[in-house]
Structures are given as structure tokens and as C-alpha cells.
């Protein structure tokens, strides 16, 4: 019965109202043109265009700079190109699972102006040692796709970020506000959540992907059409932050994180009913 009613209820959102869900589309994007753009003009809010071209850039800036540390005299006709790119190419390691340290000097404007030699270097670079492409786009996904990750002192740290934790205007510091700071930052940075079974896995950012995995292919073994129908933009959005992230951290995944009850519910619906068949059947 349940399935029946939530297939309903996306069969009436899909057929009945594309126009209203193309328009409610339309509106939210054009109201984020705004936002991002004149509002956040008018507030002295600078975008640094540079900045997102830097971080969209981030996978290749690895690849080319893990390529380069890793075997020098492989690429010793091809270093002086890199260093016109990736000024700080060295700086690679040993944070490999953030772009950062390459990123921050990267020469966006020279990708801009030659985005062909840019494209002819990285090709020429990666055809020799392809597997450190590999590597290097895993280092920096991996707590994406893996979430057993946490514990990996050679990834980014602090993962949770709680010594930036901003006060308000004119906030004054008590006792209890510190209390429960050192609190979260005791049960975070150290960790403290991997010593409880099951619990830890909330605190993964590789936890969604699975969901969606096992949902995806529960959904597709019961040509479930109107049920996948749920996992298409969580999983784009995964491939976005698979390809363009600087760094996976919990708070980009956060979208997703929060879906995980939704995302579960086909899953979910599929036990349910071969529970009930096999007692009452």
C-alpha cells in the first residue's frame, strides 16, 4: 500500500505538473542569478572568478603535480611547462588529498589565454605515468566513495574544522560556550565517534554513495522506473563533487547526508514487503 502510494505521488509530480516543476525550476535558478550576482554586489561581497576556476581545476592541478613529484626525471623536459601552471607543484605532497597547496598559485589566467597547450601538457604528462592520474584522483575522492576513510592520518586535517567556530557580534565567551566547544571538538577532531559500532558511519561522507548504490540497484533489479527517479540528482550532484571538489569534506556532502532517510525508503519498502510476503504467504 505504501509503495503504491508513494509510486502515485511521483507519477502525479511527473506527468501532471512538469510544467509547474519546470517553472518552479527556472524561478529557483534565476533567484540564485540574482542573489549571486547583484544582491551580493550591492553587499560588497567579492566573487573571485578566479578562485572557482582555481578549485574546478582542482583534480588536473593534483594529477599533473603528483605525476611530476613522483618521477622528476621522467618529466624533467616537461618541468619547466608545469611551473608556469603549478608554481608550487612540489607542494604536493604530503596533504595529497587536498588541492590547496597547489591550487592557491595556480596560473588560471595562463589555462584562460592557451587552454589548448594547457590540455596538450596534461595529456602528455598523464600518457606517461597514467597510474599516478589514478592515484592522485583517488587520494583526492576517496572519502567520497570509501566510508571507512575517517582514520586516515594521511588525509586532510582537522576534518571537522571546529577551531573556526565564529560568535556573534558583541557575544561575550562564557564558561558553557567553551564547555561545549572543547566537547565538540574532543568528540571530532579526535575522534571520539569511531569507538561507537554503526555510529561512526554517520559521520562518513562516504555513506550516501552506498546508499544510493544499493538503492539504484534495487530500484533497477525491479524496473522500477518511477523509484529511480529519486536517486538522479542526488547521484549528478555526487559526480559534481567527485570532479570538482578541492576536497571532500563533510560539510560539502551535508546535502546528501541529509537525504539519507529519503534515499533509504525504497530500500526499506523492498524488506518490508518480503517480510509481509514470506509471513503471510
Known amino acids: 500500500m505504501l509503495r503504491t502510494s508513494k509510486s502515485r505521488i511521483l507519477a502525479f509530480l511527473l506527468r501532471n ?22 544582491i551580493l ?24 603535480s603528483r605525476a611530476v613529484v613522483r618521477h622528476p626525471k621522467v618529466y624533467s623536459a616537461e618541468i619547466d611547462k608545469v611551473k608556469k601552471y603549478l608554481p608550487d607543484y612540489q607542494k604536493y605532497e604530503p596533504l595529497e588529498s587536498i588541492s590547496d597547496p597547489v591550487k592557491s598559485t ?28 589514478i592515484n592522485a584522483f583517488c587520494k583526492l575522492s576517496v572519502r567520497l566513495w570509501d566510508p571507512d576513510m575517517n582514520d586516515d592520518t594521511y588525509l ?27 566537547e565538540i571538538q574532543t568528540f571530532s577532531n579526535n575522534r571520539d565517534y569511531e569507538k561507537i ?34 536517486y538522479v540528482m542526488p547521484f549528478i550532484f555526487w559526480i559534481f563533487l567527485l570532479i570538482f571538489s ?20 525504497p530500500i526499506l519498502n523492498k524488506m518490508f514487503f518480503i517480510s509481509y510476503n514470506k509471513k503471510y504467504s
Not at 510544467?19 to 547583484?38: C, E, H, R, Y
Not at 567579492?46 to 593534483?62: G, I, R, W
Open 41 to 64: 554586489s550591492m553587499l560588497n561581497v567579492v566573487n573571485s572568478n578566479s578562485d572557482t576556476f582555481k578549485e574546478a581545476l582542482s583534480l588536473p592541478e593534483c594529477q599533473i
Open 197 to 230: 559500532p554503526v555510529l561512526s558511519l554517520l559521520f562518513s561522507a562516504g555513506l550516501p554513495f552506498f546508499i544510493m548504490l544499493i538503492g539504484i540497484a534495487s530500484v533497477w533489479q525491479d524496473r522500477d522506473r518511477k523509484n529511480l527517479m529519486l
Open 246 to 265: 578541492p576536497v571532500i569534506l563533510l560539510r560539502y556532502v551535508l546535502p546528501l547526508i541529509s537525504m539519507e532517510g529519503l534515499l533509504l525508503m
Open 156 to 182: 586532510y586535517e582537522p576534518y571537522w574544522e571546529t577551531e573556526g567556530l565564529a560568535k556573534l557580534p558583541g557575544q561575550k565567551e562564557g564558561q558553557r560556550v567553551s564547555k561545549i566547544q572543547r
Open 106 to 133: 595556480f596560473n588560471s589566467k595562463l589555462v584562460k589565454d592557451k587552454p589548448i597547450e594547457f590540455l596538450k601538457l596534461y595529456w602528455q604528462i598523464g600518457k606517461k605515468e597514467p597510474q599516478e592520474y
Open 17 to 38: 505538473n512538469r510544467k509547474k516543476l519546470i517553472t518552479l525550476s527556472i524561478i529557483s535558478v534565476a533567484f540564485f542569478a540574482v542573489f549571486n550576482g547583484p
